[in-house]
């Protein structure tokens, strides 16, 4: 007789135990990794001035320099993006023409699942006669696929990204932002 409100008891904190393991901060993968949010990430200082279509409270998470080009990612309140333009080597001088995209974060219930760290929407388009892009945002992760019209690889990558070839595709990369795990997945889940 004694052991059955033992066994109750025992069945109850585990049945309660297992209801309180959420993460109220973060989203979880299906393995039960929680992402840091992007927002949550730490920045990074933009070599030079920041691009002019930049404005507003935003935080850069990653910037990669391609020759005399560079691609600055970036997340603000409720929308992430990035800018691809030249340089500008001189106080005042606007950078040269290049690509801007946005995207917002996914309303509850919409967006892909393309990769973890989802659900993502997504924008693209196309810059100069070979350049063009697609940006995927999530609030834990950022996906951009970007073709810069150049035979090179990124020379330098700053902040929380990862940088892979896409395959069977030349000189086009995957820029992945978001903390260590996310970017671990999603490069997994992109080369399977």
């Known amino acids: ?3 059955t409100p ?3 008891v025992a069945l109850i904190l585990l049945l309660t ?3 309180g393991g959420g993460t109220p901060d973060g989203e979880s993968s299906a393995n039960g990794a929680r992402f840091t949010p992007l927002v949550e990430l730490e920045g ?3 070599s030079g001035d920041p691009p002019d279509d930049m404005a507003g409270p935003v935080k850069v998470l990653s910037e ?6 560079r691609l600055t990612a970036y997340v603000k309140a409720g929308s992430c ?3 691809a333009a030249a340089k500008s080597d001189t106080p005042g001088n606007p950078a040269g023409n290049g690509m801007h995209l946005v995207s917002t974060w996914p309303a509850d219930g919409d967006g892909s699942d393309r990769y973890p760290a989802g659900p993502y929407t997504s924008a693209s388009g196309a810059g100069d006669p070979k350049a063009w892009a697609s940006v995927l945002c999530s609030r834990n992760a950022m996906v951009i696929e970007y073709a810069s019209g ?3 690889a990124p020379e330098q990558a700053r902040g929380q990204v990862t940088v ?9 990369f995957r820029i992945v932002i978001g903390d260590h795990t996310a970017r671990q997945q999603i490069v997994n889940r992109a080369e399977n």
């Open 1 to 3: 007789m004694r052991q």
């Open 6 to 8: 033992a066994i109750g």
């Open 17 to 19: 135990g297992c209801e």
């Open 44 to 46: 990074i200082s933009p």
């Open 64 to 69: 990669l320099q391609y020759g005399q080009s």
């Open 81 to 83: 993006g990035f800018i």
């Open 150 to 152: 150049e035979e090179r």
């Open 164 to 172: 892979t070839q896409v395959t069977n595709t030349p000189a086009t």
